[in-house]
């Protein structure tokens, strides 16, 4: 069922579990993205949580486990807000399985991220008051939610240990200014800015410190990368790697694919967002297939170094149908593939082939 504080334009990808997108024309008007708007993506349940009783636990390889309760963690940590982008791995799969089929996955659009201010405890502050054991090397989180196919109780996932103990990872209690709503997280979550969104883990009930990554089935099965010859889930989870930091990518919002502009100067704006917490310092458009580019303009979020920036071209086109493309240029000089079927994987991950978009000029 659609929660009742999501706006009726959204696009709901599945049922049970809720999982829906934002529309692209909306999630291009504000910087910071409405929470009505704000893209969900469950695994299961959403589970209901008395804030009052709600405890959170650290425990494995530290010196003094804690058990935390919410005020606990509001009164003896300090308090961050970070800008950040999330964003599901399986943002643009749809791409994917255009040029080749993905069978059982959601087929997302490029809706499937959000950028919102985070406000809560640095993940650094609580895991230096448990005191970190030298040979730890991974922090693992555990959600509240039930996973109903029964690969896996729960949904959790891991993150290295030097990520962990950046100061951008924050234990959110806010997303926007407002206490986290049921669906994205209530009454605490994870947020891995730079990272796939599904290490930033909604429920949290529990961090444990240990030397290899978790081994929930959300971390050591899925949300890994398999090389173009690996077709179906292998046996063994040695195979693939899990992905962490989210690659470069470009998308157009406005004008949307498929609609009728008037011809002459047309406006396009899109979002991008850099790999590893770099800089967006280019992003670049072509309607002739890559032969000729034109520069857009860098808008919002220059001063944010976990948020996506906002771009606008204009570009001059006679009436006819146009084949635009988009790509972005970060600050390791890194760039995006042009075509989606160089780096197609069966389960559909990480999609940043440039972003095309067909309109018709009149
Ligand atoms: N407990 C729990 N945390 C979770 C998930 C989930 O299903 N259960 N989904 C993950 C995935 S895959 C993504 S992309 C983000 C989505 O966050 P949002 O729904 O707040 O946009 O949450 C992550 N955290
Ligand atoms: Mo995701």
């Known amino acids: 069922m659609q929660p009742p504080d999501k706006h009726p334009g959204m696009i ?28 969900i993506r469950n695994h299961g349940s959403i589970p209901e949580v008395d804030p009052t009783s709600y405890r959170l636990t650290v425990s494995g390889m530290v010196e003094s486990p804690l058990n935390l309760s919410l005020q606990e963690l509001r009164n003896e940590f300090p308090e961050e807000t970070v800008t950040a982008t999330v964003q599901c791995a399986g943002n643009r799969r749809y791409g994917l399985m255009e040029a080749r089929e993905i069978p059982g996955e959601t087929p997302w659009g490029a809706g499937a991220i959000g950028n919102a201010r985070w406000t809560g405890v640095p993940l650094r502050e609580v895991l230096m008051a448990a005191g970190v054991e030298e ?10 939610d039930e996973i109903e196919e029964g690969w896996s109780p729960n949904f959790g996932g891991s993150i290295p240990l030097y ?16 206490a986290l709503s049921p669906e994205h997280g209530i009454p605490l ?7 796939l969104g599904a290490r930033s883990v ?19 099965h899925e949300y890994k990368l398999f090389p173009p010859y690996t077709v179906e889930q292998p046996d063994h989870p040695s195979e693939g790697f899990a992905l962490g930091e989210t690659p470069i990518n470009a998308v157009t919002c406005e004008p949307l694919d498929g609609s009728s502009v008037r011809a002459a ?43 996506w920036r906002f771009w606008e071209a204009t570009l001059e086109l006679n009436s ?9 240029v ?10 989606a079927a160089s780096i197609w994987n069966f389960k559909g991950y990480a999609n940043n082939s440039w972003h095309r978009i067909t309109v018709n000029a009149r």
């Open 330 to 339: 970060d600050s390791a000089a890194d760039t995006q593939p042009e075509s």
């Open 202 to 220: 909604k429920w949290l009930s529990g961090i444990t410190l240990q030397e290899a990554p978790s081994d929930n089935y959300f971390q050591a």
């Open 189 to 195: 979550r994870v947020v891995v800015p730079g990272f």
């Open 135 to 144: 040979a730890a090397r991974h922090i693992a989180f555990s959600g509240l």
């Open 12 to 39: 709901v990808q599945d049922q049970q579990p809720f999982n829906a997108e934002s529309p692209l024309g909306m999630l291009r008007q504000s910087f910071l993205t409405p929470e009505e708007i704000f893209y």
């Open 265 to 307: 100067h047309v406006t396009c704006r899109g979002y991008a967002v850099a790999g590893g917490g770099r800089r967006i310092e280019r992003v670049d458009l072509t309607t002739d297939g890559g032969q000729t580019w034109v520069g857009a303009e860098l808008r919002e979020g220059e001063e944010y170094a976990w948020a």
């Open 320 to 328: 006819g149908e146009h084949r635009i493309a988009v790509r972005a």
């Open 163 to 178: 990520k962990g103990m950046s100061p951008e990872v924050l234990l959110a209690y806010e997303m926007n200014g407002e």
